[in-house]
């Protein structure tokens, strides 16, 4: 596979432009034409659906942009690894997060992380559930944080913490004095919720399915930072561990444990067969610390 190709078809996808990403890369319309069908012909995918004179990606190029992405950032990364090498500097630690947990469980261990084994050079990637499975299944990564269970025979994970479901609403919100809420609570509320098949929908489907309830969200999003935001803003309630809304304050937000009471569990996923390095198992030590700080005040570190 041409990297010429790859870098064509990253080009096209960030202008949206035959010409433009012709043009950006020194070649004739017609060369890059030929180059990108070669490459949809050597991968067997459909990339774009060609629209007059518009080239839309299609699912499966919108996919495979994030992995060609991924590994020419990569690439484009050796000469700085080579330098870090020839300079003596050779330990260098990837982790990868999903955005849920990076704010308030992530930073802070990276932090501690640092200030222990300054010499170690620290690259964190956060990104959302499925290219975290992809990127630690795949070993581009030393270590991820994700929510659990995950079934997936690339991965190894180890549980780290268990976080209580709260609802997070307006903090001025009739609802938000109660000292506990339900799924019958707040059936008739706007509902913001992440799309189908990430964990935090599954358990909140779950969630309500157990009460009865058939989940009729109002808003979907996918970032659970991005519905909290909006509940700030008065646009409705959310269901989530209580480490995203303490990462943003409590000010405009108002959490109220969930009834019955819920875990969402949070773990360590490792590349499976890959024996840890022991720059990942002292960097595990400052996470674990963190954690067991998290769990000791159920998640809610930050609110006053």
Not at 25 to 46: D, H, I, K, P, V
């Amino acid at each position: 596979m041409k990297l010429q190709a790859l870098r064509l078809f990253l080009r096209v996808m960030e202008q949206g432009s035959l010409a433009a990403a012709a043009k950006a890369l020194n070649m004739s319309q017609s060369a890059a034409s030929r180059l990108l069908s070669g490459l949809e012909y050597e991968t067997g995918l459909r990339l774009f659906h060609r629209d007059r004179m518009r080239l839309v990606p299609t699912t499966e190029g919108t996919t495979f942009f994030a992995e060609a992405r991924r590994v020419l950032l990569a690439i484009d990364d050796l000469p700085r690894v080579a330098q870090r090498v020839a300079g003596g500097t050779r330990v260098r630690l990837r982790i990868v997060s999903m955005p849920r947990f990076a704010a308030s469980l992530l930073a802070p261990a990276v932090a501690r992380f640092h200030r222990d084994y300054p010499e170690i050079e620290v690259d964190v990637a956060i990104v959302h559930r499925r290219e975290l499975e992809l990127a630690v299944a795949n070993q581009s990564f030393d270590l991820g944080i994700g929510a659990l269970p995950l079934n997936n025979p690339g991965i190894d994970s180890q549980p780290l913490l268990s976080l209580p479901a709260v609802a997070v609403l307006p903090a001025q919100h009739p609802l938000a004095r109660r000292k506990s809420l339900g799924a019958r609570d707040l059936a008739a509320e706007c509902l913001v919720v992440l799309g189908p098949g990430t964990q935090l929908r599954d358990d909140v489907d779950s969630m309500f399915a157990a009460e009865g309830i058939t989940l009729q969200p109002k808003i979907v999003v996918d970032s659970l930072e991005f519905a909290c935001r909006l509940v700030g803003q008065g646009a409705g309630v959310t269901i989530a561990d209580p480490l995203t809304p303490a990462a943003l304050g409590a000010g405009m937000l108002a959490v109220v444990p969930w009834r019955p009471r819920t875990l969402f569990h949070v773990g360590v996923l490792l590349p499976a067969l890959m024996p840890a390095s022991r720059s990942v198992e002292q960097f595990l030590d400052c996470l674990r610390l963190e954690a067991r700080q998290l769990g000791a005040t159920g998640g809610r570190r930050g609110w006053r």
